[in-house]
């Protein structure tokens, strides 16, 4: 495995910094706030609903353990940035246009007796607030050479908690596989809150950088 910082000058026409964002202002259309009643087909994005969240690849689960309203706009809010991010990439007329970002772990539901570590990633997701994507081509297999540049496109224009650019090798054959994972605060009912915007990079679930993004290659 060979490995190098790749710049996070890197930009193109459709990188579009946003240093001045400061909050969320969710769109009228989509604010889960105006929905009556929280399901997995409320809609909280273009082309993106709860449902885009519910699981992942082979791990579909449902809202039918969360039984509160109040719990499921909740997760709702927190998903929102979420769907936001998710619908940019997948509406783009420029670098992902022919790529399609997909859900591998969303909302996660607790075995009976397992126990979460406070605030660890899947403690995170059974709230809607960490959820891990992965870039797709046009021929349906996983482009992990462009999720470095999903990571500095995602630094670069989204407000977040933490960001991280995660690379494992745990697959049978030992190929390289690459996801982000992105985690949001959250979010109260005036989505007006603060964004700790981390970054960190991780090999086989062992942190490589903290501060920058660092592109491993096979």
């Known amino acids: 495995m060979s490995a190098y910082?790749?710049?996070e000058s890197v930009s193109n026409?459709?990188?579009t910094p946003n240093p001045g964002q400061k909050q969320i202002i969710p769109d009228p259309l989509y604010n889960p706030n105006s929905v009556p009643f929280?399901?997995?087909g409320t809609k909280l994005a273009k082309g993106v609903t709860i449902g885009k969240f519910l699981g992942g690849v082979g791990e579909?689960?449902?809202?039918?353990?969360i039984q509160l309203q109040s719990e499921r706009l909740q997760i709702a809010r927190n998903l929102y940035p979420q769907?936001?991010?998710m619908s940019r990439v997948n509406n783009s007329s420029g670098k992902f246009r022919n790529h399609r970002l997909i859900v591998i772990e969303g909302l996660y539901e607790k075995g009976e007796n397992e126990q979460l570590t406070e605030n660890g990633l899947n403690d995170l997701a059974t709230k809607g607030r960490a959820v891990v994507y992965q870039l797709i081509d046009e021929?349906?297999?996983?482009?992990?050479?462009?999720?470095f540049d999903l990571a500095v496109y995602w630094k670069d224009t989204l407000l977040y908690d933490k960001l991280i650019l995660d690379y494992d090798r745990f697959?049978?054959?030992g190929h390289l596989e690459c996801h982000v994972i992105l985690v949001m605060p959250e979010m109260p009912e005036s989505f007006n809150t603060r964004y700790k915007k981390e970054l960190s990079t991780t090999f086989n679930g062992n942190v490589q950088t903290n501060g920058e993004l660092l592109e491993i290659l096979a």
């Not at 579909?60 to 353990?65: F, G, K, M, Y």
């Not at 021929?139 to 999720?147: L, R």
């Open 139 to 147: 021929q349906g297999a996983p482009d992990h050479a462009m999720m």
């Open 38 to 40: 929280i399901s997995a």
């Open 171 to 173: 697959a049978p054959d």
């Open 60 to 65: 579909r689960t449902t809202l039918n353990h």
């Open 83 to 85: 769907a936001a991010a």
């Open 13 to 15: 026409d459709y990188f």
């Open 5 to 7: 910082l790749k710049s």
